[in-house]
């Protein structure tokens, strides 16, 4: 403290305390894009999805005809294949990703986990065309003639869960979408909750090993439960991906606006919809129902980015 | 200094280079169809070639989108695969022309694995099929033209995109099946009864090459180039014809008689006895009045080019080239912009 006041204010001091204001001004400016940005996209798509809102009121959500040549539109079969493929994908995705966060932080040798985690890198960094490509090429197949019938055969028998594993068997379907959804999110899960997982102070893993835990006892108990933050975020950003792919996942949905109790039926979801018909989107009443579930996506994004805050905030003070 | 100095240089340079663009080089700018785009982006090209100065740039964004680039008036031109309705004409400030440039078709591609004849399909099963009444391959209706076909479920694959290529087979659909026009009609995306739906040509080709005991459609250019098989069609005279490309001429010409002066027709369910059922034109709209004279007086050059020999690339690039009589017509149609 006594050196700074000491300093004679030369002309290098002077410009630093001009750029002072200069730079909290100009990084606070760049932090009001967010809030512009994020204006800016609520009142295009409250206004260009007007006419659709208007014309069909709520019987938007529930509706579940898709019909451009006669003007019905409703968004039903799309926001349930969105939600159905994203949920089912993280079914998969959570255990796989979190199980080998833990693996990644806790148990593997330094040497393994740091090339194991350059893959993992490798894998959040491969753009989705290319896992759309591969799914198209290699999974589908391999879902229509082993996966698919395996599962129909064993699951399909049980009562209730059977509807579930039912239909004809095609390959492409709300299942494989999941699976290469779940093959999309799991980087970021892993990467995430392994960052979470070294978060916690060391201090806390020899203070339960000191006290006779093993090993997984205090990844368990100490560990986990301390991290739980970050791997909660880590599943609600995989879940946020998950939401909103859309070339791998209209590659191997099957394109069907309707909706089917099979997980191996065909399905739709909201951005598959959106690339494949706002080209062609000619009239006005399509086009504006088009950005209309665009604008539901964006709900449905706000309403479980929300829930996890909630969630967060919840257990937080219960834990406090 | 020595910064600056460069930065005025570049920027010294940028605006010369810039300068000469506006000075000598044409500009005109385009949008619309996909399909026809393989061809347009080679006479584009070949035209540059021999005229000097001229860049005509086109974007391959869809039909839908051409229209609406054109309406909004940020294109010189616009490109569809269906004729504009009298409403779309009617949003447009400058009256807008259709120039036939080319024609397409659709064709069924199916995969039959251990079948060795020849698929044939009439009208009336191609769209039960797409109805979803025909549900499977040794329906009694198909076994008339096709003995032995397996014991199988048909999986129809059709666009999940909005599509030319959707609009002319339902638009055929909706002319040989009353029960089609009106449960579902004509249109680039419509409510399909059944069926898996593929992302453009490759997505429907893939699906089908995929599915093993599968029925789809896809631009006869698509199919050439990928040798696809594909089943033939019997037309409006009774007689079983393939989608090759005298056929598709045929069945223009075979419209042309009852062309009408806007060239706004749809030529599926041709009569002639050569005419493929499942055919296009595609359209070049250019509005009539244009107010640049340099760019009129390419747009014009340019369409007498297209006309006679722009046509020459048809064949190569798996289109059928316009008949004479079309031809004909249309020359004399490009007097209309004034």
């Known amino acids: 403290m006594a050196s700074t006041t000491a300093v004679i ?92 966060a833990i693996f990644l932080a806790e148990l593997a040798p330094a040497g393994v986990s740091s090339y194991l985690m350059f893959l993992v890198e490798l894998l959040a960094a491969v753009p989705s065309v290319i896992y759309g490509l591969l799914a198209w090429f290699m999974l589908v197949p391999v879902m229509r003639d082993y996966v698919e019938p395996a599962l129909q055969n064993t699951l399909g028998h049980v009562p209730v869960i059977g509807e579930l594993f039912g239909g004809s068997i095609y390959g492409v379907g709300y299942l494989t979408a999941s699976v ?89 979801t909201i951005p598959a919809v959106l690339a494949n018909e706002f080209t062609e989107a000619t009239s006005d009443l399509h086009q504006s129902s088009l950005i209309a579930l665009a604008a539901v996506l964006f709900l449905i994004t706000i309403v479980i980015n929300g829930g996890a805050r909630l969630l967060l905030h919840a257990t937080r003070q219960k834990g406090a | 200094m020595m910064i600056n100095k460069s930065i005025a240089v570049a920027t010294f340079t940028v605006l010369a280079v810039a300068g000469m663009a506006f000075a000598d080089g044409i500009q005109i700018t385009g949008a619309g169809a996909t399909f026809p785009y393989p061809i347009y982006s080679k006479w ?70 251990g079948y060795s004849h020849e698929l044939k399909l009439t009208p009336a099963n191609l769209a039960d099929i797409f109805l979803g009444k025909i549900t499977k391959w040794n329906d009694k209706a198909l076994a008339g033209d096709n003995p032995g076909l397996p014991d199988k479920g048909i999986i129809v694959v059709h666009r999940s995109d909005a599509s030319g290529t959707s609009f002319i087979w339902t638009d055929y659909l909706s002319k040989v099946s009353s029960e089609w026009k009106s449960k579902v009609g004509a249109g680039a995306a419509p409510n399909w009864p059944v069926g898996l739906g593929g992302k453009g040509n490759e997505g429907v080709s893939g699906q089908v090459k995929q599915q093993p005991y599968s029925l789809g459609y896809v631009e006869i250019g ?83 080019w297209m006309l006679t020999d722009g046509q020459k690339y ?12 079309v031809v004909a017509k249309e020359e004399k149609s490009i007097s209309l912009i004034k």
Request: charged share 15%; no cysteine; aromatic share 10%.
């Open chain 2, 314 to 325: 048809t064949a190569s690039l798996g289109y059928a080239p316009l008949p004479k009589e």
């Open chain 1, 9 to 100: 204010p030369t002309k290098a001091t002077q410009g630093f305390q001009v750029g002072e204001p200069v730079a909290r001004l100009g990084t606070m400016a760049f932090a009001g894009a967010i809030i512009v940005i994020t204006l800016l996209i609520v009142y295009s798509l409250t206004k260009q999805s007007w006419l659709a809102f208007s014309t069909f009121g709520l019987h938007f959500f529930a509706t579940s005809t898709w019909n451009p040549i006669a003007g019905q539109f409703g968004a039903w079969p799309f926001v349930y294949g969105t939600l159905v493929t994203s949920f089912v994908a993280l079914l998969i995705a959570v255990p796989l990703g979190v199980g080998a």
């Open chain 1, 180 to 268: 290469v959804l779940a093959i999309m999110t799991f980087p970021y899960i892993i990467s995430i909750s392994r960052e979470a997982l070294l978060d916690v102070p060391v201090d806390q893993r020899e203070a339960a090993l000191a006290l006779g835990a093993t090993r997984w006892e205090s990844t368990y108990q100490i560990v986990l439960p301390n991290a739980k933050l970050g791997i909660v975020g880590a599943i609600f950003l995989g879940l946020g991906r998950a939401l909103g792919e859309t070339m791998a996942v209209t590659m191997v949905i099957g394109n069907d606006p309707a909706i089917h109790a099979s997980l191996l039926a065909a399905g739709y």
């Open chain 2, 44 to 113: 584009f090209q070949e035209f540059k070639g021999s005229h000097a100065g001229v860049e005509i740039n086109y974007q391959s964004i869809g039909s839908g989108g051409g229209i609406r680039q054109l309406t909004a008036g940020t294109v010189d031109f616009g490109a569809s695969d269906k004729p504009m309705s009298d409403d779309e004409l009617s949003k447009v400030k400058v009256h807008t022309l259709h120039f036939p440039t080319v024609l397409g078709a659709d064709v069924p591609v199916y995969n039959l694995p």
């Open chain 2, 222 to 304: 698509y199919a050439l180039q990928n040798k696809m098989t594909f089943a033939w069609v019997k037309n409006s005279s009774g007689a079983w014809v393939k989608g090759e490309l005298p056929n598709i001429t045929a069945a223009a010409a075979g419209a042309a008689k009852a062309m009408p002066d806007d060239y706004r027709v749809s030529i599926t369910n041709a009569p002639g006895k050569d005419a493929y059922p499942i055919s296009s034109f595609t359209w070049l709209l250019i509005p009539s009045q244009i107010s640049d004279p340099a760019k009129k007086k390419v747009i014009i050059e340019f369409l007498h």
